[in-house]
């Protein structure tokens, strides 16, 4: 069974442009995450969605933040503008349940934003 | 408050050791459920365990073993034999039913030939 999928897994772009991070979660899993690993602050999550809904994005850091599920089986996370503060290694992860079940998570996308 | 400690920051051992990180948890909720991921120096978070709040038994998978007390709201993992490949940081986690997950701040272990 394929696992999450993220791409891409190396990012490195300047400030100021827009980055798109993609994730396409294991099948029949109806939760979907989004994650920011930093040093400093370690695992943050910054939106689930549920059945491709956003229930909530209370962690996403600014308005420079958005998600996107169009489907059950591939979402999106883009910074527009990126600034330097923004390079993390950023998690996608999906579970069957939400609360209940552990997620899974995806390899992750190194972002380097200089 | 929702809250997971893991006190031991990191942790050195010489092969073969047997080794236990901690984790304690806090939660008001009686129905919850507790985790362990593994990350090792590739990136990715690989799950390792599951546990019920209504399940108060230990768990041994191979050379990884689990101890869930409530009375001391604790579930600590001990590797046996400890491997240069167990080498990772080791998230203790919590889920309150119905709920988003609380991560520990994760034990560096460091296995050493």
């Known amino acids: 069974d394929a696992g999450v999928i993220q791409s891409p897994r190396h990012e490195v772009t300047e400030m100021g442009q827009e980055v798109t991070l993609r994730c396409k979660p294991i099948?029949?899993?109806?939760?979907l995450f989004w994650y920011r690993q930093t040093m400093m602050r370690g695992l943050e999550l910054l939106i689930y969605?549920?059945?491709?809904?956003?229930?909530?994005d209370s962690g996403m850091p600014e308005d420079r933040f958005s998600a996107k599920m169009p489907n059950a089986s591939f979402s999106t996370l883009k910074i527009q503008p990126s600034e330097p503060r923004d390079s993390a290694v950023y998690f996608c992860?999906?579970?069957?349940?939400?609360?209940?079940?552990?997620?899974?998570f995806g390899p992750g996308t190194r972002l380097t934003v200089t | 408050a929702q809250k997971v400690t893991q006190a031991q920051t990191e942790i050195s051992v010489v092969e073969k050791e047997d080794v236990t990180l901690d984790c304690v948890y806090e939660t008001r909720d009686t129905t919850y459920y507790l985790f362990w991921y593994k990350q090792p120096p590739s990136g990715e978070l690989v799950f390792l365990i599951r546990r019920n709040s209504f399940d108060e038994q230990n768990e041994i998978s191979g050379r990884y073993s689990w101890n869930f007390q409530k009375s001391t709201s604790s579930f600590n993992f001990t590797i046996t034999a400890s491997q240069v490949v167990d080498s990772a940081v080791y998230f203790c986690?919590?889920?309150?039913?119905?709920?988003?997950?609380?991560f520990g701040p994760g034990t560096r272990l460091s296995v050493l030939p």
């Open positions: 992860a999906s579970s069957f349940v939400r609360g209940t079940y552990e997620q899974y």
């Open positions: 099948s029949g899993h109806n939760s």
């Open positions: 986690a919590l889920i309150p039913r119905g709920q988003n997950f609380v």
């Open positions: 969605f549920n059945n491709n809904v956003p229930i909530d």
